[in-house]
């Protein structure tokens, strides 16, 4: 399977932004999405994942903030966004594992390329 992620930009402290995953070549059904970031200097961290199942996990610093979704029948996965800050600017990726829930980046077998984000005024 092939991932695209889109959706990024740029946007004002506070506002949203959502985030698309679109699967090419097989089916998303069976998988865990998940969504990561990586900032300049800084490692690739976990953002959020939805098992097949739909069941979903945030990081800490996102909760409350941003709402992971998948839409089998679409074969896509969305990254809503909200009330972002500066802090979560970031080249955003998805990506997907055959495993169950996890916010470590080397677990996942399969990654898009990656959609800035930009949070400035």
């Known amino acids: 399977v092939q991932l695209q992620a889109s959706g990024g930009g740029l946007v004002q402290p506070g506002g949203s932004l959502r985030l698309s995953c679109v699967a090419s070549?097989?089916?998303?059904?069976?998988?865990?999405i998940g969504w990561f970031r990586q900032a300049p200097g800084k490692e690739r961290e976990g953002v959020s994942c939805?098992?097949?199942?739909?069941?979903?996990f945030y990081a800490g610093s996102v909760q409350d903030r941003f709402t992971i979704s998948r839409d089998n029948a679409k074969n896509t996965a969305y990254l809503q966004m909200d009330s972002l800050s500066p802090e979560d600017t970031a080249v955003y990726y998805c990506?997907?594992?055959?495993?169950?829930?996890?916010?470590?980046?080397?677990?996942?077998?399969?990654w898009g390329q990656g959609t800035q984000v930009t949070v400035s005024s």
């Open positions: 939805i098992n097949n199942y739909g069941t979903p």
């Open positions: 070549g097989g089916s998303l059904d069976a998988y865990t």
């Open positions: 990506a997907v594992r055959t495993m169950g829930l996890s916010l470590r980046p080397n677990v996942y077998e399969r």
